[in-house]
């Protein structure tokens, strides 16, 4: 711990203003006592702004979104008629075939835009939150300095002091590009050299959203405009369900297609580009008409490699945390990559509100690295190596697979039909939090935390 007056308040520096930097300034102005803290959050893009389409907040994370002092906002996008469920069709043939309904257990799912989720972080930020846009962060280092000894360094020659890093910055971090060295070399573990940079998963994706009387046009009362589907095949899937946007409906589809021989490989280059319609129905050429009808209807399709990165355990040294993307991006076939970056945020927090009642500057001791270092890496880890075998089910590579992420009394292990064991296989994917290791750390943090109301 730092050796400072107490009254002076902590500057806490958060990189990244995406979905993960934004919630965690709100679980802080929920939990912590904000007087002791000048919070600044730095963007690089020159406004404040959502990549990508369709977001879903499941159950877990409407919970903790609620408990931030959302509840009525996000409460109030649920559609009547919401759907607990979704179909899985074996659809890479001429005609398709359902193998599984997943009924959604623990609660139900929002699937919302993700300029929807921004607009409900900003109303609910504090005006005392400052924000710095056309700031990219390019490395920090360390000062002598007994305050504020955290200097930042940013492209176009901006500079930052700060007492506490946060790296919110998502699978390009250049925060986690300083902080992996750091600490590898810090730690003695030279194996985290490793997980600087991001890797192709082996899956790339196009991606729209079809306006609701498009699809209508070409295929009257279209499944896909009520509830979610994933259209599965051999290393290719599609999963599509119907967003909200103001008063304008629309079916956001994002079709996979993966080489598994390339995955973990090094990728260089934009990972986002454009594509055709020509080229989206190429890919998928003799599946169902259903399928294909929908697909025709993708007018401006994006193309995105998935990147990720490898997993690691140490989020959190030397008053730098890291957060969201930055530490564990994950592929998004269990559609729990923003909300796993909602629950960094939420924890990170509350484990901020639990030093504090120390002292102030007991948000810069090791215990308050170490003990998010306990409470998310388990939990994120694990989210993210199960939505890596998701993709093996949807897509029919389950076989050979180490299934031991599958929780053990799950019938894929004993199910004799193949179709059958891919369903069991998916449905157990989506109720992931059952799984021991998420209930085990779960119980850990609400124990440590039990002090943060």
Not at 37 to 42: A, E, I, L, N, P
Not at 89 to 108: C, H, N, V, W, Y
Not at 330 to 351: F, N, R, S
Not at 363 to 378: A, C, H, K, Q
Request: charged share 25%; proline share 4%; glycine share 8%.
């Amino acid at each position: 711990m730092m050796g400072a007056p107490e009254s002076r308040k902590v500057q806490v520096a958060i990189i990244g203003g995406g979905i993960g930097g934004l919630a965690l300034v709100l679980a802080m102005q929920r939990f912590c006592k904000m007087s002791d803290f000048d919070v600044h959050v730095y963007e690089s893009a020159t406004q404040i702004s959502q990549i990508g389409a369709g977001i879903t907040v499941w159950q877990r994370t409407f919970e903790l979104l609620s408990d931030m002092g959302m509840e009525e906002d996000f409460a109030a996008l649920r559609p009547e008629d919401e759907k607990m469920s979704f179909t899985c069709r074996k659809s890479d043939q001429p005609e398709g075939k359902t193998f599984r309904d997943i009924e959604m257990l623990d609660g139900a799912m929002l699937t919302l835009h993700r300029a929807q989720v921004q607009d409900i972080f900003l109303k609910h930020i504090s005006e005392d939150i400052h924000f710095h846009l056309s700031h990219r962060l390019e490395s920090y280092s360390y000062t002598d300095d007994a305050t504020e000894r955290i200097a930042l360094k940013f492209r176009g020659g901006q500079d930052a002091r700060c007492d506490l890093l946060i790296g919110a910055d998502g699978v390009y971090s250049a925060v986690r590009h300083t902080y992996l060295p750091r600490v590898a070399e810090k730690l003695g573990k030279p194996e985290y050299l490793d997980y600087v940079d991001a890797v192709f998963s082996g899956s790339c994706v196009y991606r729209d959203l079809i306006p609701f009387q498009k699809l209508e046009e070409v295929w009257p009362n279209h499944p896909t405009a009520k509830v979610p589907y994933q259209y599965c095949g051999k290393n290719k899937h599609i999963v599509t369900y119907p967003v909200s946007q103001g008063n304008r409906r629309f079916v956001n589809v994002v079709g996979f297609y993966c080489d598994l021989s390339k995955e973990d490989s090094p990728y260089s280059g934009s990972y986002i580009g454009s594509s055709t319609t020509q080229d989206v129905l190429k890919t998928y050429e003799g599946w169902e008409p259903e399928v294909m009808a929908m697909l025709g209807c993708m007018a401006n399709p994006s193309h995105w490699a998935v990147l990720t990165i490898k997993p690691f355990d140490i989020w959190a040294h030397d008053d730098v945390m890291l957060l969201g993307d930055s530490s564990h991006a994950m592929t998004p076939h269990l559609g729990a990559g923003a909300g796993q970056a909602i629950e960094d945020a939420y924890y990170l927090a509350k484990i901020l509100a639990h030093a504090q009642k120390e002292g102030p500057l007991e948000v810069l001791s090791d215990e308050t690295m170490n003990l998010y270092n306990r409470i998310r890496p388990p939990v994120a880890n694990f989210v993210q190596a199960r939505a890596r075998l998701q993709t093996r089910f949807y897509e029919f590579n389950e076989e050979g697979q180490d299934l031991s992420l599958v929780e053990a009394d799950s019938p894929v292990y004993t199910e004799p039909d193949r179709l059958q064991k891919l369903g069991h296989g998916i449905w157990d994917g989506y109720h992931w939090r059952r799984h021991t290791i998420v209930r085990e750390t779960d119980a850990e943090a609400a124990r440590v935390l039990s002090d943060v109301q």
